[in-house]
C-alpha cells in the first residue's frame, strides 16, 4: 500500500536486481563546434558479492537477452550537449533515448529567461587534448574526456572542483555504488537518471531548499518533493529547491519539476548521488563565488524583489491564532513585556472552518478584521 504524498522512492530503483542499469562508458563522438555529442552507455545488472563474511552487490556488465534485438540496444549511444550561457556558467544536457529534449528555453516555467543561440555567451575557448576536450573562460574550465567518459571542472587556477563518477573511478571499493548512469525498470520500462558528482575532503554542501536539518548538507539524503513537514523535527520540505552550491567555488541546478533523491556524500562520501525522476537531465553548473553564483543562478530562474522591511523582523507565530482576542491579547503581551516584533502570524486560523482557504475572516471570531489590523499596525 502507497500513501498519496510519499516521496517516489526513485533512488530505490537504482538498486533493485529486475531493473537493468546503463552506464555512462566513453564518448563516442563530439563536435565541438556544435558542442553536440554521444556518449556509449554499457548495460550492467546488480550481482552479488561475497566478501570477507559479508554479502553484497556489485555491477556486472551483461549482453542483451531482449528479442527482437534490433529494438534494444546493450550499448546504446544517446546524445548529450553542453552549452555556456555565460563565462560562469554551463549547460549539460543528456538524454536516455534518441531524441530531442521535451523541454525546449521557451517554455519552461523554472526559467525567467529565454536562452538561444543569439545570447549564449562566446566567450570560451576550444583546445583539443590527450583526454578529450577542453573548453576555457577567464572564470574556470571544463574537460570532456573521452575514454572513459567524464566531465571535470575547474576553476581560473586550475583547481578540480568536481567532476563525474565514472564505474572504473571506485573499482578499488566494495561497496556498490552507482556512477553516472540511468536505469531502465523491468515494471515499464520507464527510465531515471543518476547524476554522481565527486565530492573532496572537506567539501560543504549548502542548499536544496528548506530542510531542518543540519545547514551543511554533506552527509545527509534530501527527498526534493513538496510536502507540509508539520514542524522542524522531520526530513520533509516545504519548499525544495533543486539547487546547491559547494564551498569549493561551484553550484548546480537540476532544471526539472521532477521529484529528486540527493544522496550528498551519505551512503559513499565522496558522492554526491542526483537521482532524478525525470528521463533526460538537464544540469546548470555555476563557478565561481557564493555571490558569483547566485547571481548566476538567479539571472536564470528569476531575481526576487527586496521584501518589505517589516518581513526581516520578529514574528510571532504558531499553529495559528483562532480569534482576533487572541491576536490583540498576543499583542499586548508583546509590548507589555518589551518584546520586538514585526508580524503576529494568523496561520489558517482565522477562516470560518479551518483549513478552507476561502480567504475570508471568520465572521464568529473576528469582529472587526480591518480595524484589528490597523490597530496592531499601530501598536
Known sequence: MSILNKPPAIAEDFNRFENILYLADQLKAFDPIAKTGK??????????????????????????????????????????????????????????????????????????????????????????????????????????????????????????????????????????????????????????????????????????????????????????????????QNEKSHKPIPFFLSNRGYGMFIHTSAPICCDVGKYYSGIHSIYSGDDELDLFIFIGTPKDILDEYTRLTGKAPMPPLWSFGFWMSRITYFSEQEGRETAHKLREHRLPADVIHFDSGWFEKDIRFDYEFSTSRFDDPEKMISDLREA
Open 39 to 232: 556518449i556509449i552507455y554499457k548495460r550492467h545488472i546488480h550481482s552479488t558479492l561475497i566478501s570477507f563474511n559479508s554479502m553484497d552487490t556489485q555491477l556486472l556488465p551483461v549482453e542483451q537477452n531482449e528479442f527482437p534485438a534490433d529494438e534494444y540496444e546493450a550499448s546504446p549511444a544517446l546524445p548529450f550537449s553542453i552549452e555556456f550561457i555565460s563565462g560562469k556558467t554551463i549547460r549539460v544536457r543528456l538524454h536516455t533515448i534518441n531524441t530531442q529534449s521535451r523541454t525546449s528555453n521557451e517554455d519552461s516555467l523554472m526559467l525567467d529567461c529565454k536562452i538561444s543561440e543569439a545570447n549564449v555567451d562566446k566567450s570560451w575557448t576550444y583546445a583539443a587534448t590527450k583526454a578529450g576536450h577542453k573548453f576555457s573562460s577567464k572564470h574556470g574550465s571544463i574537460v570532456i574526456c573521452q575514454n572513459p567518459w567524464r566531465i571535470e571542472f575547474f576553476d581560473r587556477n586550475g583547481t578540480l572542483l568536481t567532476n563525474t563518477v565514472h564505474k572504473v573511478d571506485n573499482d578499488t571499493t566494495f561497496t556498490p555504488l552507482m556512477p553516472f548512469g540511468w536505469v531502465r525498470r523491468a515494471s515499464d520500462y520507464s527510465r531515471s537518471l543518476s547524476a554522481a558528482f565527486s565530492l573532496q575532503a572537506g567539501e560543504k554542501i549548502f542548499g536544496y531548499g528548506e530542510f531542518y536539518t543540519g545547514f551543511d548538507r554533506r552527509g545527509q539524503e534530501l527527498s526534493l518533493f513538496t510536502d507540509d513537514a508539520r514542524g522542524s
